[in-house]
């Protein structure tokens, strides 16, 4: 017997306009909220990648002067990370997780609308920096002592301490949120070995949010300290320790690398067995090597730090625990390929770029072994072989991940389909984009070239190099170009959806596209992990199937 | 072998030739079927509770982190905006907890 969750009326206000819209506790608008802006602020973020590689693509080029480009590549950076890559993950938490587990909202919904509205807060401040003479321009990173007092005079690092603190106050209450509703809100049946693949990653990438983003919160705070009231926690000048802000930053620095590509892992996670019309291989095994990297990802932080004169043993400690990463993290990419053998695979655009976030991620996995590599860390540190490494990472993970998400709940979540043709086009002109713009940047760091320059000599031997690259990352441009035009023509006349176009097995494709204010009319029953599965084939259901031997 | 105790997995993770996809339609749990099981009834009682509650309109939390903006602009440039933005977040905090919690 299906489990009823009550008919419930569709109140007023769901209709409402833009007071609606701003006073909504609702997730699935806070959802649509958080996956827009990061949206506008992953545009404003291309184009100061695209503005760097302008400058790089030829030598002793002066397109941008180097305070402009100082600026631009800190913004750069802090805008895809703070800006896009976490909040666009937080969109999809918050419009999927509850669906996906059967229940009708965030189990703290004003905390939920809290969250996104410091996270705008935030980013509002720290380009109002543009306005009030000049943005940060430490790097991402901001090293200390470069960003205290004494070596950054403007107020760019005070807007960028600030902001950070807003920003870690959003994702902490948006963590607390998303635990707490993955805990208690779960429909009967959803026990955790039934939760999708999605919310097992998103549990997992909120846990390490609310355990590493208050280390870099307290690293803000003490640097406004350190420049405003006298503390001296990171200038040696005054008696403190600059590597205090290095172990505190990367302390939640690489654990914030798996905040942005777990969620990624999930996506991936729910796409392939439904494009592939198999259920996932090793869904355990995925499940928990989510956990194990979660865990694991508090123990590899000073990897980032092998030329600051480590101790030999930490050194082997940290090297050891990077290659231990490896681990979980390959386990997933063997399931996803034992999901995909003898699948009948739909190369629809969510597959294509589900694909081609398994290859390319790979390359960014591969190089980061590499890098655990002591001696190999030591001869490429600070160099453009790290800027392809994290770029193949991010951008080959989180970014193909995410596409691969938005052409896959596109449906849901506006009730209509995006244009397959553009889609593909989409594709491969990111793939291509892609490998030109990050793969000669291993060479060129292997070549010598130091990352964070603004212009070289033409005598490097590195211009060709850095024109393909900067080739490259001018397709990534048009590749962006061509979503946004996808997405507008489809969002004004695309195919209808209806509420499960690609045959899917989640919760979420129970609910209509998009889906009422309260989700579900009626729950199906949660007897196994595709109850969606069930209930459309109830003579073939999961629960019915013989038990492993 | 059951994971949770509640229910079967019909798919035996890949390595059954039953499960294989045929076209656009899976063949999954043709084999025979040995057991029921039971769906699971029981949840949270927090579940129970937010699946009956209307969801809300709150004007609260903008106003608090406008306050929260106030306070860093104030820090930034000028004490006189980190008290306004003091007041702004004291009145929305005290509007929060004020609201009923299913308006």
Known sequence: MASTV??????????????????STNHKRIGVLYLSTSFVFFFAAGAMAMMMRTQLARPDNSFLTPQEYNQIFTMHGTTMVFLFGMPVLAGFANYLVPLMIGARDMIFPRLNALSYWTYLAGSLLLYSSFLAGGSPDAGWFSYAPLTESPFSKGMG??????????????????????????????????????????????????????VALPSLTAAAVMLYLDRHFGTAFFNPANGGDPLLWQHLFWFFGHPEVYILILPAFGIISEVIPVFARKPIFGYSFIAYSSVAIGLLSFAVWAHHMFAVGMSLTAQAV???????????????????????????????PPMLFALGFIGLFVIGGLSGVALAVVPFDWQVTDSYFVVGHLHSV?????????????????????????????????????????????QPMHVLGILGMPRRIWTYSPNMGWNELNLVSTIGAYIIGIAILVFVGNFIISVRGGKEAGAD????????????????????????????????????????????????? | MSEDGNTEMSVSEGSRSALEATGESITAGTGPAVAQQPADTKSHPAAEETAHRPSEHSPWPILVAVGLLLVAVGILHQWLIAGLGGIVLLVAVVGWLWQPWAS
């Open chain 1, 157 to 210: 690092m005070d807007y960028w301490s600030l902001s950070i603190i807003l920003l870690g106050i959003s994702s902490i209450a948006g963590a607390v949120n998303v635990l707490v509703t993955v805990l208690t809100l779960r429909a009967p049946g959803m026990t955790f070995n039934r939760l999708p693949l999605f919310v097992w990653a998103t549990f997992v990438n909120q846990f390490i949010i609310l």
């Open chain 1, 6 to 23: 009550g008919a419930w009326p569709r109140p007023q206000w769901y209709e409402e306009g833009i007071w609606g819209w701003i006073t």
């Open chain 1, 394 to 438: 991010l951008f080959g993970g989180t970014a193909f991940g995410v596409f691969a998400g938005i052409y896959y709940w596109f449906p849901k979540i506006t009730g209509r389909m995006l244009n397959e043709r553009l889609g593909k086009l989409n594709f491969w002109l990111l793939v291509v984009g892609f490998l030109l713009a990050f």
């Open chain 1, 318 to 348: 940290f090297s050891f625990t990077s290659f231990t990463i490896a681990v979980p993290t390959s386990v997933k990419i063997f399931n996803w390929l034992a999901t995909l053998w003898g699948g009948s695979i739909r190369l629809r």
């Open chain 1, 501 to 549: 176009p690609w045959d899917a097995w989640t919760l979420e494709w129970a609910a209509s596209s998009p889906p009422a204010a309260h989700n579900f009319e009626r729950l199906p029953e949660v007897r196994s992990r595709r109850p969606l599965w069930d209930q459309k084939h109830p003579d073939r259901a999961d629960y019915l199937a013989r038990p492993l031997e």
